[in-house]
């Protein structure tokens, strides 16, 4: 279930002051004139005019004549230019507010507010800085750089296009939940038995098949995630790898019948197993990726079904709910299970059996 825990994001004024301020402040408070000043330091008075009026920085060498004269340390004053300096770019960098509030708008803000991502504020600034620090990016235009080249795997509806920003949004909230997760070594041995491990849960309800799976995927060093997808997402699932070397499962219950779940969870498998550490681009690499797809339906196939299932249960071909729940009990999974597959490969029509399909559904915690 989506977590609702806040992350503390760090106060950050939007403000600096110019350490030529701080000066004339002291020059003034102590009765010195700036030419005096520039005399007990050493320097011209020029320096110190310039100093003062924000168009000469404070440097090492300064900091340190100012601490001598004024006994306020050279630290202090280098910071303060540090922090003006820094200011001064972040100004320099800022996109317009209108360009700012239109790339805002091309995300969940609500969701992203609620899961402590963005600060609750109307700063528009303040939202923007704490979006790129989710992303990792550091303007616009890295960000559209970086989801251009989104390297996952997709188990896509072949559907409109898709709401890529919502998706990389959705992937990085399970990819930061991930990362909260400590989890073991990856280890393929343990999780292919998982795997078959969850392939005699698929007649329980998700009460029962949700806590025990994954428990079972975290053992063997992957993160199995349930998000709700975003309106307008068509992803059912997605597998990728974080740079602890684990594998993360991510899926959205897209649909929500069980046949699409159970088949979705298989595959994502598959590609753990079958493709450890590589990422495709749906649509990208053509051939690789259609060809890594095809290995993950097979490999789905084959744990639902066994080696030759899906071939002995499309000649069998039951066409009622009576013949359709004997070959369920007689391959110890759920009767939707059966009517998805005859379905998606049309020996079923569509509209036909769905009664038998179980349908899952997010639970919105108060």
Known sequence: MPTNTMNRIPFEPNWAVHPGEILEEHLEARGLTQAEFARRTGLTTKIISTIISGSNPVTPATALAFENVLGMKAAVWT????????????????????????FLSRFPVSTLISDGVLPRTNDVNARLGALFDFFGVASIEAYDVTVARLAVNHREA?????????????LKLGERRARSMNLPRFDAVKFEKAVRAARTMT??????????????????????????????????????????GNAVIQLSLRRKSNDQFWFTFFHECGHVLLHPKRNFV????????????????AFAEQVIYGENG???????????????KRVADKLGIHPGIVVGTLQHYKD???????????????VKSE
Request: hydrophobic residues 40%; negative net charge; charged residues 25%.
């Open 203 to 244: 007649k329980k309800g998700p009460d029962a098949f949700w806590p025990a799976m994954t428990m079972y995927c975290r053992e063997a060093g992957v993160a199995l995630l349930l998000l709700e997808p975003f309106t307008g997402m068509t992803v059912y699932g997605s597998t990728y790898w974080i740079e602890s």
């Open 158 to 170: 072949r559907g409109p296009n898709e709401a890529h920003d919502y998706v990389f949004t959705w």
């Open 310 to 324: 899906v071939k002995e249960l499309r000649e069998a071909s039951p066409m009622t709910a009576e013949g359709v």
């Open 282 to 297: 749906d649509g990208g690499d053509g051939a690789q990726s259609e060809t890594a797809e095809m290995e993950a339906n």
């Open 79 to 102: 910071n303060l230019q540090s922090q003006w300096e820094l200011f001064e770019e972040r100004r320099r960098r800022a996109p317009s507010e209108a360009k700012a509030k239109s």
């Open 348 to 362: 079923l029509h569509f509209s036909r059996l769905n009664d038998l399909k179980a349908t899952f559904a997010f």
